[in-house]
């Protein structure tokens, strides 16, 4: 799976061995690392601790979760497809004309 993570390797590579649990947390959405990560789960850490800034990021991340600042938006990107449609058809328009008054 190494040679086929869309991330690279680096990042399985650096976090071998370690709870990778915050790390994929924060390059996944919840979807992902509810389905996906069981069946990659090797083993439990025994002697782990957390630390008060690993907890402290913890809890910005579930307020932010709970607030909905992760969640698409897709009229934002409807709205911005509009927009760039409308100014490549008026730099299309302002081309051709001003190519045909010379």
Request: hydrophobic share 40%; aromatic share 14%.
């Amino acid at each position: 799976y190494v040679d086929k993570h869309p991330g690279g390797t680096l990042p399985l590579e650096n976090m071998a061995g370690k709870d990778c649990t915050d790390v994929f947390a924060n390059y996944h959405a919840a979807k992902v690392y509810k389905y996906m990560l069981p069946p990659y789960l090797v083993g439990e850490v025994s002697d782990y601790t957390v630390y008060p800034h690993v907890a402290d990021f913890r809890a910005i991340r579930q307020e932010l979760l709970r607030r909905g600042l992760f969640k698409t938006n897709m009229r934002f990107y409807a709205k911005m497809g509009t927009w760039l449609g409308a100014l490549l058809c008026c730099a299309l328009w302002l081309s051709v004309g001003c190519t045909s008054l010379s």
